[in-house]
Each structure stands twice: as structure tokens, then as C-alpha cells.
């Protein structure tokens, strides 16, 4: 999911935003006229394309507790998906009810848009 979301920024001509966090739709405007949004959905970030060959919509479930981006001061945009995952140790465990315990984690991606410099985790 965050490599799909990866991409999308980097083909991305533009995305209409703020310096300001925000939990808003992301909108990725394509230079080949497509538009890619990036929103919270039920059980996850929905991704919908809209473009001359129709509209894709593409759930990613992934224990979804908070997302947000925005436009960094250096041309970058940054996003901050934060899920909920089982802890390692208690997967592991014998005990199947000790698989409810789950922790949250934090990605935290930048990207620099097509033709400016920077880019990466």
C-alpha cells in the first residue's frame, strides 16, 4: 500500500494542499489527466482512480487508527498512516486469545513531487 502510494505522489504533477496537516481526501493530480484521491474508508484507505478509461476504487485494509498529510515547506508531501498491528511476541504465544493485544504503529512517508529534489522514507 505505501509503495502504491509512493508511486502515485511521484507521477504526480501536482497535489492541491497546505502546509497544514490534514485527515482530508489527498488529490493527486497526473500530467497525463488522471486523478488519483487517497481518503479514509471503513476498515482502511480507499484509493480512487478517475480517469478517460472510467473510475477504480481500491480498498486497503489495514487496521487503519489515524492518517494524515500535507504539504512540507520543502516541496515535499508527508504522510503519516498510523495501524494496528499484533505485537510479534504474542503471535507467537500458545495462547490464542492473546491475539487481540495489538500495538499501533507509525509509517511516516516523504516524497518529493516529479521534477523537485529530495524524495525517499
Known amino acids: ?15 492541491a494542499g497546505t502546509d497544514a496537516w490534514s485527515t482530508d481526501a489527498l488529490q493527486i493530480a497526473e500530467s ?9 474508508a471503513p476498515g482502511g484507505l480507499a484509493r ?3 480517469g478517460p478509461a472510467g473510475d477504480q476504487r481500491t480498498l486497503f485494509r ?3 487508527r489515524d492518517w494524515r498529510w500535507r504539504l512540507a515547506p520543502d516541496g515535499m508531501v508527508e504522510v ?9 511476541d504474542v503471535l507467537l504465544s500458545q495462547d ?5 493485544d495489538l500495538e499501533t504503529r507509525t509509517e ?3 516524497v518529493a513531487l516529479r521534477g ?3 524524495g525517499g522514507w
Open 108 to 110: 511516516t512517508l516523504q
Open 62 to 64: 489495514l487496521g487503519l
Open 48 to 50: 480512487t482512480v478517475e
Open 80 to 88: 503519516q498512516i498510523a495501524r494496528a498491528v499484533h505485537d510479534r
Open 116 to 118: 523537485r529534489a529530495g
Open 32 to 40: 497525463s489527466g488522471r486523478r488519483v484521491t487517497w481518503q479514509r
Open 1 to 15: 500500500m505505501t509503495a502504491r502510494l509512493r508511486t502515485d505522489l511521484t507521477e504526480a504533477a501536482s497535489v
Open 96 to 100: 490464542p486469545a492473546d491475539a487481540i
